[in-house]
């Protein structure tokens, strides 16, 4: 053995590595059979009941050590599979026809491309631009757009009664209306190109909000006064999650046209609107008096 | 001044500092987006070695924004500490990074200097550093603000409750608050961003939570994250506030699209020292994320990280309270997936903490973006471990309103055991007096998640 070895080992040997392993503590002693029990399905507390009154947010749910029970992450996780879903379903390209509507297309070509490239999504195709600008009723008051935006399942189910509140509560209040479109892969700003092509006063895009968990079906509307390219997101107002469990379509149709009217009346929309005027009016609209009941439906149920 | 590398006998030739920066990015899809990014891995590398051999002199002579067209720049170099910057002017951006990570440099010296620093420095050399780097100098970085609490102390990890609602009920937001309390969640604010963005209803939201705080004596503080000037138009009509809330951007341009300026911000918060319901002297709470300034087309062909960090340096004119990275929330078109999110979340904070901000970090991804739920549990316990002041927390992370994935109620109490953290210590004080925490056998305590035994 070289001098240098033997240095090593000693030293190794001074640092304890010759001495024993301490004994590994016993073991407990293995429980009597049941060990705890959880309920396989988590049964709601009364703060959990009282909750679901109010608001669609899990509360109430318990907890194991500092985690989740295990029912509860089979809910969470069937929840987020079905927003995935939602996000990648497709308006069909015949959809606005078959619906009535004149249908365009932004300049993007494929579900992967609206993700990357909301710069195309704000910008209509040149066929749809020359098309629209054909089509289109020019100098209107207000230019409705219904829009596939981040889910086309939202656009589908409730878009349509949307457009329809918006534009009778827009001609009850003395606007006229253009005529409605349906635009595919579209992103906020194309309102501006869609609402300057035709020279309206006010344009106002209804399209599919980003899917939230369990669901896909949440509305947002975007409304801006004098419509050019070049708006920015200060220039609009905007109101979101309209849905059956969030705004109502039929009521937040009615409180957009009071966007509407008081951009027309103030020549301005953004942060500069004044909306102090129509408290009362966008009060009784935006009411919480109504308070649709918030359920969550279990999604995952396990046989036997 | 010449602005190229060789790799392998190829030379890499750049046209500007604007561009060295933009190249030597991690890779974002958001500049991507921009057409700024490199084009190969390999002129990624080209770009740094550029990069890291520039001084911090240079940088400040050649601001991507030109100060003539830009109130920011302009704010920048006016507010900048001549002193602090003589101090390390003369260094690289490769010595720099060194400077950080070297043991003599700790959390005060680099405080020291902090001040003499402008924004696209802390993002030069936040792009010459990996992920550990990041967490390694962030993890140095201590900042300690107070406006009813104590935030960013030592062995600390703090947490904003999220109450949100997607049509502003105030039964359900109370509620919601309710169990974010029971999990010892809400130390850094109770913090609601509203469905419907006006005065009345923000002063309404404020005065009811004003009241749960109230009656079960929680140190904390509130704020409605509605626009600054329907806030300003709250504090007139005679509501509690404990924190302002502005998203900023990085460029003056960004900031007309949020509706706001300097000049708006300087009144803003002169009102909120007057008018404020906390302590303080901290009082503003900011949000910022990568990609906003692109969005609103208003990035001058600036890549992501530099223009975030100008945010920074927007936000510590007013000595916030907070300052928050929504850092998943944009979309892919800006971080695409897990990777990406990750590495942004784990720069702003550095950059943030660099600049003198405390730094929170709402870890995040929204449901087109490809990230998944255990990448996004990494990312928590990745930004704790780097010394986070606070993440954010919600009902099993769901942001029923804004529909995106967050922290949950349940990740604060469970990260704070892996790290061995704490929230403030006033908060600290009231989560053991109440039984919500048992440090002695540091467990859940008996009150743990009851939401029941705080009173509505």
Redesign the interface.
Known sequence: MSRTRQLIDRLRDELGASAPMPPAPPLPRVPEPPARVFPRRHEGSPYAREAARHTTALLGIGHVGTRYATDVVLQFQAELAVAHEAVATELPADWATQNGLIGLRSRVRDHREYLLRPDLGRRLEPESLARWTQAGQHGVDVQPILADGLSAVACMQSGLTLLDSFTQACRARGLTVGVPVAARYARVWLEDEIGAAVSAKVAAILLGERPGLGTGDGLSAYLVYDPRIGKTDGDRNMMSNIHPRGTRPEIAGVRLAVLARAMLDQQRSGVELDLSGLRTELGDVASRAHRAPQVRVRLVEVAG | MRLAATIRSVVHRFESLREVLAKSNAPK?GD??AGIAARSAVERVAARAVLSNVTLETLRQNPVVPYEIDELTRLFEHSLDEHAFKAIAHLTVGQFREWLLEDQTDGLKIRSISAGLTPEMAAAVAKLMSNMDLMVVASKCQVVVRANTTLGLPGRLSSRVQ?N?????????L??TR?GLA?GCGDAVIGVNP??D???STAEILTAIDGVLKRNAVPTQHCVLS?V?VQM?ALQLGCPMDLMFQSLSGTELGN????ISVALLDEAWALMKERGSARGPNCMYFETGQGSAL????HHGVDQVTLEARCYGFARRYQPFLVNTVVGFI???YL?DGPQITRAGLEDHFMGKLLGLPMGCDACF???ARMD?DELESLKVLLSAAGCSYLMS???G????L???STSY?DI??IR?LLAKRPTPEFDAWIVERDIWDYERD??GRA??N??AILP
């Open positions: 899809s991507n987006l109450p609602h997607p049509t502003d009920d105030i039964e359900g937001i509620l919601s169990e999990y469905a419907t006006t005065a009345e626009h000037t138009r007309k699209a949020f509706g969005s609103s087309a208003a979309g892919p078109e695409e929204t449901y087109h739920q919600l009902p099993v769901d942001d029923i309103m529909n995106y994935q349940h109490p469970s055991r467990r859940p743990f998640g939401a029941a």
